[in-house]
């Protein structure tokens, strides 16, 4: 248990093709270069150990690179079992100074399709540093604070709660890892997080977590809220899933999109992303909604607002983007469209009933290829459910592209600095990063693509009172 391998990727000859695509990356990531650029004398993470928990694309590993070149020490894993590109992870690892037979690069551990037992052991390597923990982690989706808080409670309780027959498989593994390391290497969970300075976290789905934990008192660090940027969920949540969902859905089944019926569950951000680009492609997008103000966004926006169970017969495409439980469930997958296409795309796979599918009676499941599966009802009738209900962008295929990536990693840069070098302004608790710093990441963004801004004159400042130099508008600004 103790023993802390230097890294593990799926292959390392991929590496020089992984490099290729970081080199295209880069151009695309103007923020991330710019704090490159900006910060290449004074390296203001110098002496950080930062470990990250983050789907493992090529827009992270320019994230990654960028956390070293500011003076970082970094070890990652992906936040998801098959979000993993396996040339990306490989380049990392190799590192830009390296060769496959000599690796010089970041500690990785991550390859598409872990096992949740792999995955779980990614998640603790990524967090295990010679002698201690991290300062610094960025999570996307909440599992590493969560896996270090788990850790200190049961350290703390010195017991493991008992499994339940209601505990899901991922429950039983983590629970296995918990006791494993209390019976090994007792202490030294409470041991890592005693340098962890904060977490910046990245979706919706890990700041919910963190907000709950934040509120039961049981909160261990400051954390920043990265996903509540404006630059963050206004652009990636929905310009990047305006993108990734469709190719999601065309690399796994390569099926006509015009014409079709669609349903999108929840019209959020990543929900209108979703509308978007499926009326883009000419489907006949319909909207569920739980929350009123959502709902008649979506009808002002010209799409049908009705429930699942309306949309059953004629669905030929279903997604999920509502960061909730249990939303299709094996009873409606039970009444959909023959080869209809089921798919999630929030943060996880709990928003499809994925165990009640496989326990449906005489039910048969047929591997099209990787992430792609068939499952075939006792009437008959069959269905495909892409990358078993886990996000399908990333499992599907490869994420978002990388500049809208590009203002999400450019917060989480800043954060990390803001973390590490103004713990004063961060007490424990969940945090946003200001306003200001939000403009700068847009800022960061413009001259690529040939934005001219309008520059407010002293009298046009004063008459709307904000500084010229921003920011520009009130916190309670929506957007
Ligand atoms: P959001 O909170 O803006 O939107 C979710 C919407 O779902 C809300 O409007 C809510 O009212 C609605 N909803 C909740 N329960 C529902 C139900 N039972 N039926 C219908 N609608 C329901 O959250 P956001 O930012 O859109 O994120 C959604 C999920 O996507 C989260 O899990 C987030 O972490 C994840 N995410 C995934 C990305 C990806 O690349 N796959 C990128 C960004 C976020």
């Not at 796979?349 to 792609?372: C, H, W, Y």
């Given at each position: 248990?103790?023993?802390?391998?230097?890294?593990?990727?799926?292959?390392?000859?991929?590496?020089?093709?992984?490099?290729?695509?970081?080199?295209?990356?880069?151009?695309?990531?103007?923020?991330?270069?710019?704090l490159r650029r900006e910060y290449a004398d004074t390296a203001p993470l110098r002496g950080a150990r930062i470990s990250g928990?983050?789907?493992?694309?090529?827009?992270?590993?320019?994230?990654?690179?960028?956390?070293?070149?500011?003076?970082?020490?970094?070890?990652?894993?992906?936040?998801?079992?098959?979000?993993?590109?396996?040339?990306?992870?490989?380049?990392?690892?190799?590192?830009?100074?390296?060769?496959?037979?000599?690796?010089?690069?970041?500690?990785?551990?991550?390859?598409?399709?872990?096992?949740?037992?792999?995955?779980?052991?990614?998640?603790?390597?990524?967090?295990?540093?010679?002698?201690?923990?991290?300062?610094?982690?960025?999570?996307?989706?909440?599992?590493?604070?969560?896996?270090?808080?788990?850790?200190?409670?049961?350290?703390?309780?010195?017991?493991?709660?008992?499994?339940?027959?209601?505990?899901?498989?991922?429950?039983?593994?983590?629970?296995?890892?918990?006791?494993?390391?209390?019976?090994?290497?007792?202490?030294?969970?409470?041991?890592?997080?005693?340098?962890?300075?904060?977490?910046?976290?990245?979706?919706?789905?890990?700041?919910?977590?963190?907000?709950?934990?934040?509120?039961?008192?049981?909160?261990?660090?400051?954390?920043?809220?990265?996903?509540?940027?404006?630059?963050?969920?206004?652009?990636?949540?929905?310009?990047?899933?305006?993108?990734?969902?469709?190719?999601?859905?065309?690399?796994?089944?390569?099926?006509?999109?015009?014409?079709?019926?669609?349903?999108?569950?929840?019209?959020?951000?990543?929900?209108?992303?979703?509308?978007?680009?499926?009326?883009?492609?000419?489907?006949?997008?319909?909207?569920?909604?739980?929350?009123?103000?959502?709902?008649?966004?979506?009808?002002?926006?010209?799409?049908?607002?009705?429930?699942?169970?309306?949309?059953?017969?004629?669905?030929?495409?279903?997604?999920?983007?509502?960061?909730?439980?249990?939303?299709?469930?094996?009873?409606?997958?039970?009444?959909?469209?023959?080869?209809?296409?089921?798919?999630?795309?929030?943060?996880?796979?709990?928003?499809?009933?994925?165990?009640?599918?496989?326990?449906?009676?005489?039910?048969?499941?047929?591997?099209?290829?990787?992430?792609?599966?068939?499952?075939?009802?006792?009437?008959?009738?069959a269905i495909i459910v892409l990358s078993e209900g886990r996000l399908l962008n990333l499992g599907n295929a490869t994420g978002?592209?990388?500049?809208?990536?590009?203002?999400?990693?450019?917060?989480?840069?800043?954060?990390?600095?803001?973390?590490?070098?103004?713990?004063?302004?961060?007490?424990?608790?969940?945090?946003?990063?200001?306003?200001?710093?939000?403009?700068?990441?847009?800022?960061?963004?413009?001259?690529?693509?040939?934005?001219?801004?309008?520059?407010?004159?002293?009298?046009?400042?004063?008459?709307?009172?904000?500084?010229?130099?921003?920011?520009?508008?009130?916190?309670?600004?929506?957007?």
């Amino acid at each position: 248990d103790l023993h802390i391998p230097a890294f593990k990727v799926a292959d390392l000859s991929l590496a020089e093709f992984g490099r290729q695509e970081i080199d295209l990356a880069e151009h695309e990531m103007p923020g991330l270069m710019a704090l490159r650029r900006e910060y290449a004398d004074t390296a203001p993470l110098r002496g950080a150990r930062i470990s990250g928990s983050l789907h493992m694309t090529v827009q992270t590993a320019v994230l990654i690179e960028t956390l070293v070149a500011l003076g970082a020490e970094v070890r990652w894993a992906s936040c998801n079992i098959f979000s993993t590109q396996d040339h990306a992870a490989a380049a990392v690892a190799v590192g830009p100074a390296g060769t496959e037979h000599e690796p010089r690069g970041v500690p990785v551990f991550a390859w598409k399709g872990e096992s949740l037992r792999e995955y779980w052991w990614c998640t603790q390597q990524a967090l295990s540093w010679p002698g201690g923990g991290p300062d610094l982690i960025v999570d996307d989706g909440g599992d590493a604070t969560s896996l270090l808080h788990r850790g200190v409670e049961c350290e703390r309780a010195g017991t493991v709660p008992p499994p339940s027959a209601a505990d899901s498989e991922e429950e039983a593994v983590v629970r296995e890892l918990l006791a494993r390391s209390l019976e090994m290497s007792p202490g030294r969970w409470q041991e890592a997080v005693r340098s962890v300075r904060g977490v910046s976290e990245e979706t919706t789905t890990g700041v919910l977590r963190l907000y709950d934990m934040e509120r039961e008192g049981g909160l261990l660090f400051p954390a920043i809220n990265v996903n509540d940027s404006v630059t963050k969920s206004k652009f990636d949540n929905r310009y990047g899933v305006r993108h990734s969902l469709i190719d999601g859905i065309n690399r796994a089944t390569d099926v006509l999109i015009g014409g079709k019926t669609a349903v999108v569950c929840g019209y959020g951000d990543v929900g209108k992303g979703c509308a978007e680009s499926l009326r883009g492609q000419g489907a006949k997008v319909t909207v569920t909604e739980i929350d009123p103000i959502c709902a008649l966004q979506a009808a002002m926006d010209g799409y049908p607002v009705a429930t699942l169970e309306e949309m059953l017969p004629s669905a030929d495409l279903v997604v999920t983007a509502t960061g909730n439980r249990d939303i299709i469930r094996a009873e409606h997958m039970a009444l959909m469209k023959h080869q209809a296409v089921v798919g999630n795309i929030g943060h996880f796979d709990n928003e499809i009933d994925m165990a009640g599918l496989s326990a449906f009676p005489g039910i048969r499941r047929t591997r099209v290829k990787p992430q792609v599966d068939l499952w075939t009802f006792p009437d008959g009738h069959a269905i495909i459910v892409l990358s078993e209900g886990r996000l399908l962008n990333l499992g599907n295929a490869t994420g978002h592209p990388s500049f809208v990536m590009s203002t999400s990693f450019a917060n989480q840069v800043i954060a990390q600095i803001e973390l590490f070098t103004g713990a004063q302004k961060y007490p424990v608790g969940v945090h946003r990063l200001p306003k200001h710093l939000d403009e700068r990441v847009a800022r960061l963004h413009l001259d690529a693509l040939g934005v001219h801004l309008t520059e407010l004159d002293q009298r046009q400042a004063d008459y709307i009172g904000v500084p010229v130099e921003g920011p520009y508008k009130p916190e309670h600004y929506r957007y």
